[in-house]
């Protein structure tokens, strides 16, 4: 059974860097092919995809908010961090990690976690 | 980055009508060496994060009712819902995992007309 819960602040101010981890079990981050996503998703609209870590530590990310972003994995922990630098309130949104199987689609994603940007 | 676009926006069916949502891709998503279009269908209900309903275009995912079904190839790709039940209220996205930056279209609201 595999499961993921994200957790982190709730609120943050502007300009400050959010710090969120993606807590998993149900399978390993070392396991060939295998990667762990982070999507957000901003009150009342669409889905965005900001980050993916495979367990070859391979990174990528989001085009536009690439220089905002980190991701790393805790293989031992089964953990992946995603940072976020210079939050602003359009960042306001909420934030989910997701099991990404070997060249796959996300199949099985956290409860998410809402982030508020505000002073 | 591949654009994926849903229409309509929005959709009121009556309870077991058929629903159709359409989703096309800015660039081809089916990748020739293995001939599997990488495009996935989920659905979201208030509250709870998104479900994977359909991968490669067309695979259901175990435990998801026959009543959808994915289909399409190449840039065009529709989720059909053949009789419409009332747990089927909700927003359904298509996503390709053909290339990063991974990309979702914006929605479709599915509601009971």
């Known amino acids: 059974q595999i499961t993921l819960k994200e957790s982190g602040p709730t609120l943050v101010k502007p300009t400050q860097t959010l710090t969120l981890t993606c807590t998993f079990s149900?399978?390993?981050?070392?396991?060939?092919?295998?990667?762990v996503g982070w999507i957000r998703q901003p009150p009342g609209r669409a889905l965005e995809w900001l980050a993916l870590?495979?367990?070859?530590?391979?990174?990528r990310y989001s085009p536009s908010l690439k220089s905002r972003l980190t991701i790393t994995k805790d293989t031992s922990k089964n953990q992946v961090v995603l940072t976020m630098t210079n939050m602003a309130p359009v960042d306001t949104a909420t934030y989910y990690c997701a099991h990404r199987p070997t060249d796959d689609a996300f199949d099985f994603w956290g409860q998410g976690t809402l982030v508020t940007v505000s002073s | 980055d591949i654009v994926m676009t849903q229409s309509p926006d929005s959709l009121a069916v009556s309870l077991g009508e058929r629903a159709t949502i359409s989703c096309k891709s800015s660039?081809?998503?089916?990748?020739?060496?293995?001939?599997?279009?990488?495009l996935a269908w989920y659905q979201q209900k208030p509250g709870q994060p998104p479900k994977l309903l359909i991968y490669w275009a067309s695979t259901r995912e175990s435990g998801v009712p026959d009543r959808f079904r994915g289909s399409g190839s190449g840039t065009d790709f529709t989720l059909t819902i053949s009789s419409l039940q009332a747990e089927d209220v909700a927003v359904y996205y298509c996503?390709?995992?053909?290339?990063?930056?991974?990309?979702f279209g914006q929605g479709t609201k599915l509601e009971i007309k």
């Open positions: 660039q081809s998503i089916l990748y020739s060496s293995n001939n599997k279009n990488y």
């Open positions: 149900g399978f390993s981050l070392s396991t060939s092919g295998v990667g």
């Open positions: 870590i495979s367990w070859n530590d391979d990174k």
């Open positions: 996503h390709q995992y053909y290339s990063t930056p991974y990309t």
